[in-house]
T-cell receptor, first 113, second 117 residues
Framework: KNQVEQSPQSLIILEGKNCTLQ??????????LRWYKQDTGRGPVSLTI?????NTKSNGRYTATLDADTKQSSLHITASQLSDSASYIC????????????FGGGTRVLVKP | GAVVSQHPSRVICKSGTSVKIECRSL??????MFWYRQFPKKSLMLMAT?????????EQGVEKDKFLINHASLTLSTLTVTSAHPEDSSFYIC?????????????FGPGTRLTVL
């Protein structure tokens, strides 16, 4: 079983609408939890990084939350744009493994006009 | 800042040949670089971790003689796929970790699409 599970696997939203992506993780302890955006055929780009003591972090229209008690994180996209169409990957950094990254399977978002 | 480049962006080669992929940190020195492989609609899989001037550490199941990694300087790491076969066709992504990041942040390259005919 993957240590970082994301849901949904994919979703379609209309331009201008909001959406929330979920990430559940079982690994503990961790150094930080990250959300990346990956366009098709490109490398991941960092959106947010949070340590276990942080609850929320924003980057423009992207807001990530973290609940260390329930081991859940979410990424909220506000007022979606066509350029938001991409895969969004939740990643946990494990200090016990030399800060190697454990990747979730990603959520593929398609924003339609 | 924190830009990582990869070259080439895509390469097509014949089965049995070797292919070298370069990963460069353009505006910072990377104490550690990572090589990942990604299959279509799948997440990134770590292949190996390399530190400048030392041998790379390979993940379980990754053949070190097949995927040669060299990290000769603080801004350059190379991945050579030796005797490539069609099953080696994949998207290869590198990342670089500056030594001074408080989050141990990794900055990813744009990836290299390898197609072996």
């Amino acid at each position: 079983k993957n240590q970082v599970e994301q849901s949904p696997q994919s979703l379609i939203i209309l331009e201008g609408k909001n959406c929330t992506l979920q990430c559940n993780y079982t690994v503990s302890p961790f150094s930080n939890l990250r959300w990346y955006k990956q366009d098709t055929g490109r490398g991941p780009v960092s959106l947010t990084i949070m340590t276990f003591s942080e609850n929320t972090k924003s980057n423009g229209r992207y807001t990530a939350t973290l609940d260390a008690d329930t081991k859940q994180s979410s990424l909220h996209i506000t007022a979606s744009q066509l350029s938001d169409s991409a895969s969004y990957i939740c990643v946990v950094s494990l200090p016990a493994a030399g800060n190697k990254l454990t990747f979730g399977g990603g959520t593929r978002v398609l924003v339609k006009p | 800042g924190a830009v990582v480049s990869q070259h080439p962006s895509r390469v097509i080669c014949k089965s049995g040949t070797s292919v070298k992929i370069e990963c460069r940190s353009l505006d910072f020195q990377a104490t550690t670089m990572f090589w990942y492989r990604q299959f279509p609609k799948k997440s990134l899989m770590l292949m190996a971790t390399s530190n400048e001037g030392s041998k790379a550490t390979y993940e379980q199941g990754v053949e070190k003689d097949k995927f040669l990694i060299n990290h000769a300087s603080l801004t350059l790491s190379t991945l050579t796929v030796t005797s490539a076969h069609p099953e080696d066709s994949s998207f290869y992504i590198c990342s670089a970790e500056p030594g001074v990041s408080s989050y141990n942040e990794q900055f990813f390259g744009p990836g290299t699409r390898l197609t072996v005919l």
